[in-house]
């Protein structure tokens, strides 16, 4: 896959489709790398009429990782956020939205319509604010605003989230880690067989795996802190993508997201968890492609 360098780093992406066609570009979330878009929803949207961008963030998948960073801890760099203070990070969501803006002037192309799931979707929400000109349209998919009012993930679905396999585990360990990670936190009306939870772990495993560079994304997620007002200076149509039955970002967290961007829909899925689950796939790519095509203004 081909790397640009810029904004002083390597970024791993990769586009599909014809150069002609509108632009989507796909941002994953935590410690997710792009492969993990679902084959069924990237060709949903190449077969109507989309160019699809995808790419891996900083710090996980091909693109740089900041190995031997000094990191400040969780709680010191949740203080110093809440405090108004910049603890000092190797980069932010703000610089990785930096990124995506500097891969569509690299491949040409003027406006995208960006979309993001989970911390991806965070960054979104900052490509359109940071980047207006570029963003013809925003879809934040199972994200937050980052309001720390709202309702903390469900006890089980942290807990595996902030946990990790042994350092000596061998690549089963691993691969059954976070097969149990993406089963605790997917949708339970739309369940992910077993198998495919294990082939997914492994081939994201045998890509790259990068432990303590999820641990430096989580940070930058931190500090990010409230995203409230910078939400509402978004202008580009948006539509905002939530499970009802999300146990990590809970459903509330949507609708808090959409109350805060002048104009937002709201689509809330019963059953859906924090996961793009096949039996969604064509719910979500139709929902999207119409947001896509939908005319300047237009509600949809």
Same mark, same amino acid.
């Given at each position: 896959?081909? &790397?640009? %360098?810029? /904004?002083? &780093?390597?970024?791993?992406?990769e =586009?599909?489709?014809?150069?002609?066609?509108?632009?989507?570009?796909?941002i994953?979330?935590?410690?997710m790398?792009?492969i993990?878009w679902?084959?069924?929803?990237?060709?949903?949207?190449? $077969?109507?009429?989309? *160019?699809?961008?995808?790419?891996? /963030?900083r710090?996980v998948?091909?693109?740089?990782?900041?190995d031997?960073?000094?990191?400040?801890? #969780?709680? *010191?760099?949740? @203080? @110093?956020?809440r405090?108004?203070?910049?603890?000092?990070?190797?980069?932010t969501?703000?610089?990785m939205a930096?990124?995506?803006?500097?891969?569509?002037?690299e491949?040409?192309?003027?406006q995208?319509?960006? &979309?993001?799931?989970?911390?991806?979707? @965070?960054?979104?929400?900052?490509v359109? +604010?940071?980047?207006?000109?570029?963003?013809?349209?925003?879809?934040?998919?199972? =994200?937050?605003?980052? /309001? !720390?009012?709202?309702?903390?993930?469900?006890?089980?679905?942290?807990?595996?989230?902030?946990s990790r396999? !042994?350092r000596? $585990?061998?690549?089963?360990?691993? &691969?059954?880690?976070?097969?149990?990670?993406? %089963?605790?936190?997917?949708?339970?009306?739309? !369940?992910?067989?077993?198998?495919?939870?294990?082939?997914?772990a492994?081939?994201? #495993?045998?890509? $790259?795996?990068?432990?303590?560079?999820?641990?430096?994304?989580?940070?930058?997620?931190?500090?990010?802190g409230?995203?409230?007002? %910078?939400? %509402?200076?978004?202008?580009?149509?948006?539509?905002?993508?939530?499970?009802?039955?999300?146990?990590?970002?809970?459903p509330?967290a949507? *609708?808090?997201?959409?109350? /805060?961007?002048?104009?937002?829909?709201? @689509?809330?899925?019963?059953?859906?968890g924090?996961?793009?689950?096949?039996?969604?796939?064509?719910k979500?790519?139709? +929902?999207?492609?119409?947001?896509?095509?939908a005319?300047?203004?237009?509600?949809?």
């Open positions: 896959m081909p &790397v640009m %360098r810029r /904004n002083g &780093v390597d970024i791993c992406y =586009s599909l489709g014809a150069a002609g066609d509108p632009a989507v570009l796909l994953m979330g935590l410690g790398q792009m993990a679902p084959d069924a929803f990237v060709q949903g949207l190449l $077969a109507r009429g989309f *160019r699809v961008i995808r790419l891996d /963030n710090d998948g091909l693109s740089t990782h900041y031997g960073a000094r990191m400040p801890g #969780l709680w *010191r760099t949740a @203080m @110093m956020t405090l108004g203070l910049k603890p000092a990070l190797p980069y969501l703000d610089d930096d990124d995506c803006a500097a891969l569509l002037d491949l040409g192309v003027a995208a319509h960006v &979309v993001g799931v989970s911390m991806g979707g @965070m960054i979104a929400q900052l359109a +604010a940071r980047h207006p000109r570029k963003t013809t349209s925003l879809t934040s998919i199972m =994200s937050s605003s980052g /309001n !720390p009012w709202l309702k903390p993930p469900r006890r089980d679905a942290l807990k595996m989230l902030m396999p !042994p000596d $585990a061998d690549r089963a360990a691993i &691969v059954a880690h976070f097969a149990r990670l993406f %089963r605790t936190i997917g949708s339970p009306d739309f !369940p992910t067989p077993e198998e495919e939870l294990r082939e997914r492994g081939r994201s #495993l045998d890509r $790259a795996y990068d432990p303590p560079g999820v641990g430096r994304q989580f940070l930058a997620i931190v500090a990010s409230d995203r409230r007002k %910078r939400l %509402r200076r978004i202008t580009a149509r948006t539509l905002v993508i939530h499970g009802a039955a999300d146990p990590l970002v809970r509330d949507g *609708r808090d997201t959409a109350r /805060n961007i002048p104009g937002a829909r709201l @689509m809330m899925i019963e059953g859906m924090h996961d793009l689950p096949a039996a969604l796939c064509g979500l790519v139709e +929902a999207i492609a119409a947001h896509c095509a005319p300047a203004g237009a509600a949809v």
